[in-house]
């Protein structure tokens, strides 16, 4: 009897804790904002600059759902986070989410009571040395002293790896990225391991960056995307979709430029999704012109993609896997319809 009360109990909990979780559209659309967690600083996925000005394409998939909810790209309050902080400040409800290059796992999923809304980056663990400590593969790196962000997956994928292939190393962990890379111009560590794609930010913003080189070895998935609270599948569906607008305007060839055109004379896929046609802003919830107003303002997933890590970035970073699914890559969007 006590563990079917106690079994009760839990119930009766999680059902008041979806309920007080459910309702962040209404949320807000009455605060006028969408309150985002990002990266306390990292070039290329979210970053502030001297005049207060955050970008990056993290920042970006923020814009998407101001975009979308507002009709204002810009009615964003950022709240920068460590690795260690952003479960929890999204757990409270101090974020309606995060966009904070954050990796896709089961257990985030499914023991966090987050929900993952998609992949804006495909991605994976790499390492970044000295050129001078003379190595030129991973596995030349047995009993180094390796910088790593606390609260990562990366340290377990660290942990994997050298234990799989009978290597020694000294953990010095940190919990910024900024620490990190600090750490590592300083000489506490001989490497620095993290997502590549954080390697090659880290890496401009060394005093000397040709000094440093990237191994080519990559050891682990890192699909990083958006998160929000499990329990509210209207919000949930509002960062879903709005992640799935950019990366579907870029393949319905639908740019910033062309949104205002298209919508009145394109095909039936892009007056579609740019609400000439169609009832999915209703069923979102949203205004018809939601998935107008995020290309419009924000841009599809390539301009998203090529200002901030891209062609048109200092990080000069090739599509990849994060090219279209039918130019080479694996980015790919549910049909908009």
Known sequence: MLKQVTMAATGLVLGLSMTAQAGTLEDVQKRGSVSCGVSTGLAGFSQKDEKGKWSGIDVDVCRAV????????????????????????????????????????????????????????YDGQGFMVSKSLGVSSVNDLDGAAVCIQAGTTTELNLADYFRAHGMKYTAITFDTSDQTRSGFESGRCDVLTSDQSQLYALRIGLKKPSSAMVLPEVISKEPLGPVVRQGDDAWFNVVKWSLAALIEAEFLNVTSSTASKLAKSGTPEQQRLLGNTGDAGSKLGL?????????????????????????????KIARGLNAQWNKGGIMYSNPIR
Do not use: H
């Open 66 to 121: 101001a975009a979308a909810v507002l009709g204002d790209a810009d009615k964003v309050q950022y709240k920068p986070l460590t690795a260690k902080e952003r479960f929890t400040a999204l757990q409270s409800g101090e974020v309606d989410m995060l966009s904070r290059n954050t990796t896709w796992t089961l257990t985030r999923d499914v023991s966090l009571g987050l929900n993952f809304a998609g992949v804006n980056y």
């Open 287 to 315: 205004d018809a012109k939601w998935a107008y107003n995020i290309v419009s303002q924000v841009g599809n997933y390539s301009e998203v993609f090529e200002r901030n890590v891209g062609s048109g970035s200092p990080l």
